[in-house]
C-alpha cells in the first residue's frame, strides 16, 4: 500500500473525556507520522438533553444538530483532529428485529456522512479505517469510501454488561467476520474472538511513559488536596466502578489503620459505601483529576494497587495502570484477575486471595529499594506507544503477506 496513509479513528471513548483511554492514546501516537481524524462517538438525543448543561457539547451543536463538519485540533498533537458526527437515534432498548435494523441504517447513514466529509475536506485519497470498540456503526462503509483495510480494535469483553452485550455481542461478531483483520488489547480477548475469525492479533496496552516517568521528579508539586504527608499511603488510581472488589478495600484498611487509602479517579459507583468505606478515618476518595496530574498523586502513594475482582470481565483486561505505576517506580499489589497481569509477575506482587493480598501489601513495604525501582521502570519503559504502533505496523505488514 501506499506510504503514510491518512488514518481515520472511530471509537466509543470520546477524545474529550476526562478518563483516558488507549484509543486516544494510539491516535496520539499515530499522529506523529500520519494525519489522524478522531469521531467521537455519537451523542444520541438522549445523550443531549443529559449533557446539555456541558460547555464542550454546547459548542458543537452546529455539529450535533445540522451535520456541520467542524475539525477540532486535539491539544498539543501535532496531526490530531477531532471530529463530531451529527446527533443519532437511541435505538440499544430496541430488540433485534426490522425496526432495530431501519433504525440503525440511519445511524450508520449519518456516520457514513461523516466519513465521506472528513475524505472530501481534507482530500483523503488512501486511508486505513480503525474502529476501536464500537461496533453499533460501521457494520460497512458506503463503496465509494471504502479504505485500505478496515481493522476493529477489541478493548473489553462486550458481552459481560447487560448494556453492551444487548447488541453489541451479535453486532461485534459481525464486524469481526467483515472487517479485514481484528486487534485485541489482552491475552483473553484474543482467544475469545479466535474462535470467531483467525485474523485477530494482540497489541496490547501501553502507557505515556514520559508522563509518568515525571513522578520520580523529586520538584513535582504536592497536590494541593494530598494531606497525608505524615502518614504511608497506599493507594490506587482509576475509575471507582463495579471491577474494584470492595470488600478487599475494607480489609486493606483495617489491616493497615496507621496508614492512609488514598482513591483517586471518578465515582461511578456508590458501591463503596456498601461496603462502609466511607466511614473508615483512613480511607479517603479525592475524586476525578486531569490525565496530566495524575503522576503528582502517584508520586506521593507509596504503594499502588490494581484490586479487581476475578471475574469473567477482568479476565479479559490489561489495565493502563499497570505500565503507569511502574514507570513511576512504584511497588505494584493486584489481585490475580488477568493473565496479562500475571505477565508482570517477576516486577509487581500478586496477591491470589485476600488475606494473601493483605500480606504481599506487608512485603511491598519491606522489600521496596532503588534497585526494585529500577526494574519496575525499566519494564515499563519496553511498554510504550510508541512500541505498540511499530507493532501495529508489523501486523499490518503480516497479514498483506498472507493475504
Known sequence: MPSKPDIILFSLFRWDSEISSSALALAKEFSKNHRVFYINHPFSLKD??????????????LSLLFGKYISEPIPANKDLWGITPKLTLPINFLNQG???????????????????KIISHNSIENYLFLNCYNPYFFKNIY?????????????????QASYTNRHGTRLEKEIILNYDFSLTTSMELLRLKQEISSTVYYLPNAAD???????????????????????????????????IDYELLYQIAK???????????????????????????????LGQKSYEDLPAYLRQMDIALIPFKKNKLTKSIYPLKINEYLAAGKAVVSTDFSEDIKAFKDVIYIGCN?????????????????????????????????????LFWKILEKYQTIN
Do not use: C
Not at 469510501?145 to 473489553?156: A, E
Not at 493497615?256 to 466511614?279: C, Q, R
Open 255 to 285: 489491616s493497615n489503620e496507621d496508614k492512609m487509602i488514598v482513591l483517586v479517579g471518578p465515582i461511578v459507583t456508590n458501591e463503596y459505601k456498601e461496603h462502609k468505606l466511607d466511614k473508615l478515618k483512613n480511607v479517603r476518595l
Open 48 to 61: 443531549l438533553f443529559k449533557s446539555f448543561s456541558n460547555k464542550k457539547v454546547r459548542k458543537r451543536m
Open 143 to 159: 463503496s465509494k469510501l471504502k479504505p485500505s483495510f478496515y481493522i476493529y480494535y477489541s478493548m473489553d469483553d462486550i458481552s
Open 98 to 116: 426490522i425496526l432495530y435494523e431501519f433504525f440503525a441504517a440511519i445511524n450508520n447513514k449519518i456516520i457514513n456522512r461523516t466519513v465521506r
Open 354 to 390: 485476600h488475606a494473601d493480598f493483605v500480606s504481599k501489601i506487608d512485603l511491598a513495604f519491606k522489600e521496596n529499594n532503588q534497585i526494585r525501582i529500577d526494574q519496575r521502570i525499566e519494564v515499563a519503559k519496553s511498554n510504550t506507544w510508541e512500541a505498540r504502533v511499530k
Open 209 to 243: 511513559i514520559s508522563l509518568f516517568l515525571t513522578a520520580l521528579n523529586s520538584e513535582l508539586s504536592i497536590p494541593f488536596d494530598w494531606i497525608f504527608n505524615d502518614q504511608k499511603t497506599i493507594g490506587y488510581i482509576g475509575a471507582i466502578e463495579s471491577r
